[in-house]
């Protein structure tokens, strides 16, 4: 895939799923990562050549619009996120359904919009939002996060078609639950447990990958759909895959 002297933009780069999309985009030949970071710690740890650590908080309409060199920005994932809020309706606070929003909803929002209208110009341009299975379906107790990646799904679906005009696609991925921390079956104890390779939680690896096929200039023609990368989850298997495995 074409990503080489590209330059790339990553929220919520610092661990897990994010330092697997920097890993991604460094490997496929990227010219730099700019890997976006809230905690310096995280920042320190995402030093080495051809990745930029920078602080950012994409609920700030000052931090993201600081951000050195837009213009220049060939492809943007967001990615930063927060894990689901579980708890009924009547549980939730107004603050709760502010802190989902504004993450999700408003961080995706504020990155395309200081960075889209560049690619625009340029007549090129690549956004990859990465959104949930709960981003296209519903499930209980699980409310704000749900309504937040909605959003996100929504937002890519209509800058897609802004884009379409001036070379610039937008696409989303859907990923079932990921596999980011220790403490779960590792995936040599599923598969020896009789699992299949395809049922097991999904590798961040998965997703990075999905991100550079969906970035990538040989997609020219992919803008405005949701990717799911879930082990089958849709299709309708077992939210933990179609055959049995040890519980956590």
């Not at 107790?141 to 005009?165: C, F, N, P, Q, W």
Request: net charge positive; with cysteine.
């Amino acid at each position: 895939m074409q990503i080489e002297g590209k330059r790339v933009l990553i929220t919520g780069a610092s661990r897990g799923l994010g330092r697997a999309l920097v890993t991604a985009f460094i490997d496929a030949d990227a010219s730099e990562v700019i890997a976006g970071a809230r905690k310096r710690e995280d920042r320190e740890a995402l030093v080495s050549p051809r990745v930029t650590p920078v602080r950012l908080d994409v609920t700030s309409d000052r931090d993201v619009e600081g951000l050195a060199d837009l213009r220049a920005i060939d492809i943007l994932i967001n990615n930063a996120g927060i894990p689901p809020q579980l708890a009924p309706l009547g549980e939730l606070s107004e603050s709760d359904w502010d802190r989902m929003m504004d993450v999700h909803g408003k961080g995706c929002f504020l990155c395309c919009r200081h960075v889209m209208p560049h690619m625009k110009a340029r007549r090129r341009g690549a956004i990859v939002n990465i959104a949930s299975l709960g981003g296209v379906r519903g499930r209980p107790d699980r409310h704000t996060y749900i309504a937040s990646k909605h959003a996100v799904v929504g937002l890519t679906k209509s800058i897609a078609l802004e884009g379409i005009a001036c070379n610039v696609r937008a696409n989303a991925i859907a990923p079932g639950p990921v596999v980011t921390h220790g403490g779960k079956t590792s995936f040599d104890e599923h598969v020896a447990a009789g699992g299949s390779e395809i049922s097991f939680e999904v590798k961040p690896d998965a997703v990075a990958w999905a991100a550079l096929f969906l970035a990538a200039p040989e997609s020219i023609n992919i803008t405005g759909v949701v990717l799911p990368v879930d082990a089958g989850i849709l299709a309708g298997s077992l939210e933990r895959g179609p055959l049995k495995f040890p519980r956590r």
